[in-house]
């Protein structure tokens, strides 16, 4: 059983920054690449960052140079620091990792993190 645990979010005005971490447990064996969804009120769910074992990252347009991703593969853990934080990243911030686990490797989602930003 492989969980991921987010933590991190909460209520910010707009300019502000907030760091959100997702912890990765259970019979893990390695992670390959690791990513932050969104999902806003009556919107799908999108991509917003990814980060290869390695470190290679790719973000949405929407949030480049001003989020960053990371990762502490010792801890399985990654984060997402977002500065300069605007009203329409209000979203459900949910983080999916690519987990080598048994019986077999699966794609796992955490719970979902809440982060409003006010005007």
């Known amino acids: 059983q492989v969980q991921l645990v987010e933590s991190g979010g909460g209520l910010v005005q707009a300019g502000g920054s907030l760091r959100l971490s997702c912890a990765a447990s259970?019979?893990?064996?390695?992670?390959?690449?690791m990513a932050w969804y969104r999902q806003a009120p009556g919107k799908q769910r999108e991509l917003v960052a990814t980060i290869t074992r390695g470190g290679s990252t790719n973000y949405a347009d929407s949030v480049k140079g001003r989020f960053t991703i990371s990762r502490d593969n010792a801890k399985n853990t990654v984060y997402l620091q977002m500065n300069s934080l605007k009203p329409e990243d209000t979203a459900v911030y949910y983080c999916?990792?690519?987990?080598?686990?048994?019986?077999?490797?699966?794609?796992?989602w955490g719970q979902g993190t809440p982060v409003t930003v006010s005007a």
């Open positions: 999916n990792a690519d987990v080598i686990t048994v019986p077999n490797s699966r794609e796992a």
């Open positions: 259970g019979i893990i064996f390695s992670i390959n690449a």
